[in-house]
């Protein structure tokens, strides 16, 4: 069995994987034209795209330029937590507005978060005066981001 005849990861066949690909270089593709380029018909694309969909596998959506909505200053803060209230803490963090992804982890961080603010001092403000004023957050690391060097959005 050669690499192309392989079902990917999660059961998704060529095609499925080929739809993926077309609607993350532009999520406003039409379905004729991913079918005309796959080959197969529009009615096709479109069964496909609502199974993806409906499985949660895909979701379409528009993705924002931090630097040309006035938050060009990009971070990742590791938090250490009272790992008994990492939920409860958790939740607090996801509710400021300058958090855009936050996750629980294993390892030396119990939360990784990814902030957007306008510049050192809202850094500064938002560090300082909100997430260190959460009740049960010990402790934090800050990794300013200077440049991004490959993106992609899954």
């Given at each position: 069995m050669n690499h192309?005849?392989?079902p990917?990861?999660?059961g998704l066949d060529e095609v499925d994987l080929q739809i993926v690909a077309?609607?993350?270089e532009d999520g406003r593709t039409a379905f004729s034209e991913i079918a005309r380029n796959l080959r197969v018909s529009p009615g096709m694309?479109?069964?496909r795209y609502q199974r993806l969909v409906q499985e949660g596998i895909l979701r379409v959506t528009a993705i924002?330029?931090?630097a040309r909505t006035g938050r060009a200053l990009m971070a990742h803060v590791g938090l250490k937590v009272d790992l008994a209230r990492v939920r409860e803490v958790a939740a607090a963090v996801a509710d400021l507005?300058?958090?855009v992804y936050l996750a629980v982890l294993a390892g030396s961080h119990d939360l990784m978060a990814e902030v957007h603010c306008e510049d050192?001092?809202?850094l500064l403000a938002f560090l300082s005066e909100k997430l260190h004023a959460i009740d049960g957050v010990r402790d934090s690391?800050?990794?300013v981001i200077l440049d991004i060097v490959k993106e992609i959005y899954y």
């Open positions: 192309e005849d392989r990917a990861p999660g077309a609607l993350r694309i479109r069964m924002t330029n931090p507005p300058e958090v050192t001092q809202h690391e800050t990794l």
